[in-house]
């Protein structure tokens, strides 16, 4: 009996033995062969051809999916794709060496436009691509700077295109070969129906007056306080020339956007010491004119309204901390707080606020890239029309 279950013991221990050295073995071989293949793979295995879909918009969910293109053997239909942000990617087919991945990106807000094929955890370097993102909020500021006739003919344009690539088919979901075409025309039909929703937006829109930036108070027919009006004290390092509006109101009276709109800029920050820039001479160019100018307005915030203008809000007290550039505020919006920072003088008790509204020049090809220089030699609304003119167009640019 002992002695049977001796046999039993040794022979259980040669099997373990056995499994355990067979299991190091092929353990160890397959790491050897990994790691040899791995460093030829690094160099020949896959490449980054191309981006199907061009541009991914992330605020669409049927836009931001994008077909990417590898090339290289059949292993790496096995491969992930990489990305920074929070994406799903999944294999589609192949056609011969050529491999196409659909890529999703989950998150609205993460640009990073790196892809990459990974095998495991290495990511390999030759695959290495580039996307390019999109949104409603990039689209909208090169449309604003549009004016009503050149937005209608890219519309045309737009539903040209459409009528060019045709009715599309698509029979079946799966992306396969024989299906791409009809996918690739799906794609761009629907990118031009998202462009052309914004542009018939932003034509509504237009038809809106503006509301007052200070809610409870009214655009005032005054005469120191409407556009045009003489500032002739500061007339030696100014244009000494009143460039927009004041609606007078107690201390930290919140003001709101008068419009829908793109924030362009955001000023924060006025120390008294700030007055130190300004450039005393009466010989100082329009431009530091104007760089004067904005020194005397301090804490403001510009944004771009959906009639291209832009318009600031300044001598706030408190801005909006949640502002940032690149932003879509709506109107009614939280802005600020009425002040007088950038008012020289600490006796200065007349709280207002002041705003002006810069007519654009809608120069074609100069869409989405205007300097803040620039805006600000952008002239003024009714620049040099008589205070009466003034007083009567009011009631066209604001709701009463
Ligand atoms: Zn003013």
Redesign the pocket.
């Known amino acids: 009996m002992l002695q049977k279950l001796s046999i039993i013991f040794w022979v259980s221990v040669v099997i373990w033995l056995g499994i355990l050295s067979g299991y190091w073995f092929v353990f160890w071989s397959s790491q050897e062969i990994y790691t040899s293949q791995n460093t030829l793979k690094i160099t020949n295995e896959a490449r980054f051809v191309s981006d199907l879909w061009r541009t991914v918009y992330l605020d669409n969910e049927e836009l931001r999916s994008v077909l990417l293109v590898f090339r290289g053997s059949d292993n790496i239909k096995w491969y992930k794709i990489h990305s920074v942000c929070n994406t799903h990617s999944e294999y589609k087919f192949s056609y011969r060496d050529i491999h196409f991945f659909l890529l999703e990106y989950l998150d609205e807000h993460c640009e990073n436009s790196t892809v990459a094929l990974k095998n495991q955890d290495i990511i390999i370097s030759r695959s290495l691509g580039t996307l390019s993102f999109s949104s409603r909020n990039k689209e909208f500021s090169v449309l604003l700077d549009m004016d009503d006739a050149q937005l209608s003919w890219y519309d045309h344009e737009l539903a040209r295109r459409l009528r060019w690539i045709g009715v599309f088919r698509n029979y079946n979901q799966n992306i396969t070969l024989q299906t791409l075409p009809n996918h690739f025309k799906k794609y761009q039909a629907l990118e031009i129906g998202y462009m052309r929703r914004l542009i018939w937006d932003i034509q509504e829109w237009r038809q809106k007056k503006y509301i007052s930036p200070v809610p409870g108070y009214h655009i005032e027919k005054q005469a120191n306080?409407v556009p045009n009006a003489g500032r002739p004290y500061r007339e030696w390092y100014t244009d000494g020339v009143?460039h927009?509006?004041?609606i007078d109101a107690p201390l930290w009276t919140p003001i709101v956007a008068l419009d829908d709109g793109i924030i362009v800029r955001v000023r924060d920050g006025f120390k008294a010491d700030d007055f130190r820039e300004i450039v005393y001479w009466s010989d100082v160019s329009y431009e530091q004119q104007l760089e004067n100018l904005d020194i005397l307005r301090w804490n403001q915030v510009w944004h771009k309204t959906l009639k291209g203008e832009v318009i600031f809000y300044?001598h706030l007290d408190e801005v909006n901390p949640g502002l940032q550039d690149g932003m879509y505020i709506e109107r009614g919006s939280y802005i600020g707080t009425v002040g007088i920072t950038g008012v020289p003088g600490t006796w200065y008790e007349d709280f207002?606020l002041?705003f002006d509204v810069k007519i654009p020049p809608f120069t074609p090809g100069r869409e989405g890239t205007y300097t803040l220089m620039e805006y600000m030699k952008w002239p003024w609304s009714w620049k040099w029309q008589s205070r009466q003119d003034v007083y009567s167009l009011i009631d066209t640019m604001f709701e009463k």
């Open positions: 306080k009143h927009g509006w004041d300044s207002h002041h």
